[in-house]
């Protein structure tokens, strides 16, 4: 028996990094997950779908843009559609600022940012919220940052979207704790991913100055996190934003 053993859910992101990290090991652990992503990323998210079915795990794909709130209710109703039951949520799809100080960022990159990274979980919650609360509960993790917790320079747009969802993760876990829905959020440092493969190395300089381990972390090691907050093992925690970021916020 697995930790997720007969649960069933969704992971948005799942095409690729720890989205699809999250999904392959959510699976390992016995539940059944509808992998999701841009339509884009099809082909990509249909692997993410092949590694969970060779290794014996129940999966499927269906495409969503999350700042879409259409593409996210129609994305619950297919859990529900395949699988019966909506249990769990990880709202992991994000994407990256372009790096500039606050005073050049393009208006409407600022939007954009905030439109995927805080919005788009926002829409999510909403949509799955309402199911668990026609179901028997459930647990939600978003996938925030460490920069959901700190400042981080030539970030303002991401950093700004990213404290918004750990702000909203928090409301949330209130608000729902005693329909027994659990919500927390992971904050992962570096990982390597296609976050992290276009950095210089001058940047990765900067970014490992403040970390205790002197290295970029695996998306498994993101998942094994976010997995263990959407199980029972997890039951008395809610409200919670997990740094998993190698001591980043620690201290240096
Ligand atoms: N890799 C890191 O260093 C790092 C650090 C902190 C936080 N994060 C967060 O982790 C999450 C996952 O990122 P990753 O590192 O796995 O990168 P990634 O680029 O490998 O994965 C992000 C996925 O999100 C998808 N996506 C982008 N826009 C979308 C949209 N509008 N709707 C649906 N899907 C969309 C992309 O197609 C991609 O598959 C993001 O929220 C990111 O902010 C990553």
Redesign the pocket.
Known sequence: MGSMTGKAGLV??????????TAVRAAQEGARVLV???A??RD??EETVRLIREAGGEADFQA?????AE?QQALVAGVVERFGALDFAHN?????SSGQLLADIEDEEFDRII???LR?VFLGMKHQIRQMLRGAGGSIVN?????GLRGVRRLGA?TAA?HGLVGLTKNAALEYAEDGIRVNAV??????????RGVTPQRLKQIMKPQALQR??E?EE?AAAAVWLLSEEASFVTGATLPVDAGSLAGW
């Not at 969503?64 to 879409?68: A, K, L």
């Open positions: 948005t992101g799942a095409a690729s990094g720890i989205g699809r990290a999701s992503d841009l884009s990323a990509a998210g969503c843009d999350v700042s879409r593409d992991n799809a994000g994407i990256s439109a995927v990274n788009g996938t925030a940052s460490n920069a991401y990213k904050a992962p440092g570096t990982i390597m991913t296609g976050f992290a970029i972390g998306p993101v």
